[in-house]
């Protein structure tokens, strides 16, 4: 099937995480960009929320975002997690789903493998592609990925890349919901995304 450019589909992930990152430095000489924390002793980080929602290109509008809760299986909700993010393992074990079903769910809802996706930063892509490749489960998107957070510090020509909530204040818009909640983060990052798109 053709890659279709009628909608971007706007991703952001939360995953188990650690105060501490044993791995920084071995990401860092790989050239990998990432966020946090992704190794604690034998833990290794994984997915436990996929937030996601649809910019529609030719319309102009961006799609309820859609929060899917992914069960851990190999991993703890830490502390600082929980902190983080709100969620707890309680609620993950509870309301998540295993991650084969959320990959299925975000391809049921969003057709992401003919669209392009986007991101803040490359973490998100990253991430999935590591979980799909540990649980042997099919890489949902194609080839074309935005990295909405380079695009944004391109074009308002700034000398180095900013956080979500700072760019959002440098648009001066409101972040709307709560930071670092999956479901939000993705619906602020299509914010952006659309007005550098339609600016």
């Not at 309301?95 to 990959?103: N, Q, S």
Request: glycine share 8%; hydrophobic share 35%; aromatic share 8%.
């Amino acid at each position: 099937m053709a890659k279709k450019f009628d909608k971007i589909i706007v991703v952001d992930l939360e995953a188990t995480c650690w105060e501490e990152n044993t791995t920084t430095a071995d990401l860092e000489k790989a050239g990998i960009e990432f966020d946090p924390w992704l190794h604690q002793g034998d833990q290794v980080s994984e997915i436990i929320e996929i937030g996601v929602c649809a910019y529609n290109v030719q319309m102009g509008d961006i799609s309820d975002p859609m929060s899917i809760l992914v069960r851990p299986t190999s991993s703890k909700v830490s502390e600082y997690c929980v902190k983080l993010t709100g969620h707890t393992e309680e609620d993950l074990r509870k309301h998540g789903i295993p991650y084969l079903g959320a990959v299925n769910r975000l391809r049921k809802h969003f057709g992401p493998k003919h669209r392009i996706m986007a991101s803040w930063g490359n973490y998100d892509w990253y991430m999935v592609s590591q979980q799909c490749l540990r649980e042997e489960v099919p890489f949902p998107f194609g080839r074309s990925h935005i990295n909405v957070k380079e695009k944004h510090c391109i074009h308002r020509k700034l000398e180095k890349a900013l956080g979500l909530g700072a760019a959002i204040d440098h648009e001066g818009m409101k972040f709307e919901g709560t930071p670092h909640r999956g479901v939000d983060d993705a619906y602020n990052i299509a914010k952006i995304l659309k007005r550098l798109l339609e600016g």
